[in-house]
């Protein structure tokens, strides 16, 4: 484990020149465990760590004095104002904060932010799909970590090309990664406005074939069915990567999907059904 670089002058802690300091809030959320929530934070502070341009504030006493004095412990929802009052008092650069919220008992989602403490605006923000099982949550919060800390200011990641020799597929084919999301919606009981759904998704398969940082760009109206989408993408089996030059990178995918649905009535919900015309023309 990487340690922070201190020296002590007039029994203060000198950090690194050159780098912002950043403190890393414990991370909230009722329906999660505290291991998972221990889990997330960890990793937050590891990126920290690892950075070359940051770094971490230790959970000293004024860190355990600040936390106590802004109750933020106890807080389901952390306000901007509460982070960047957290960071005053700690004299830091940034302050990063993550909420862990319960979609099913194998998915959660991370909801992340880091507050600039002297303007006020948020340098990173996004939520993640923490999906359990072979090392979701460690892939999880190493994306979460890498979006924070080693990506560029605006906020676009470092090593996803333009374009690459070898474009990420799925096993089997694009038509068959149509039929997995057919087949995983059919029967889903949601809440049904339209007989069509045109939403837009994106992701990045990395290079083990994964797929993370799967985010709604557009949920058609229906913000039900959107999460449903993705939390069907969190289950994707592996990709083959994109490669350059024989070598496995990550890649990004944009994703448009024009779904006619069958409503069924029912007393409380329609389920969404596949439709004899449903139509993938616009992949």
Known sequence: MLVCAMALLSGQCVFGQGKKTVAVIPAQGKSASEKIKDDITGGMEEGVRRSDKYELLPRDESFAKALGEMKLIKSQEVTDEQLMQFGRALDANFVCYALVEKESERLYFVNYRMINVSSGKIARSGSEPVRFGVDGLLRSIDNIAERLFKSNSDGKQKDLPDSVKVEPQ??????????????????????????????????????????????????????????????????????????????????????????????????????????????????
């Open 170 to 283: 799925y096993p089997g084919g694009i038509q068959k990664f149509r039929e997995y999301i057919m087949r995983n919606l059919e029967g889903r009981n949601i809440d049904i406005k339209s007989d069509q759904l045109r939403m837009a998704f994106q992701f990045i398969v990395g290079k083990d074939g994964y797929l993370s940082d799967i985010k709604i760009v557009d949920n058609g109206g229906s913000a039900e069915a959107a999460r449903e989408v993705v939390n069907i993408l969190c289950f994707c089996p592996r990709w083959s990567p994109a490669t350059i030059d024989g070598k496995p990178v990550r890649m990004s995918f944009n994703l448009p999907v024009v779904i006619n649905l069958t409503p069924r009535p029912s007393p409380t919900s329609s389920s969404m059904q596949r439709s004899s015309s449903s139509n993938w023309n616009d992949w």
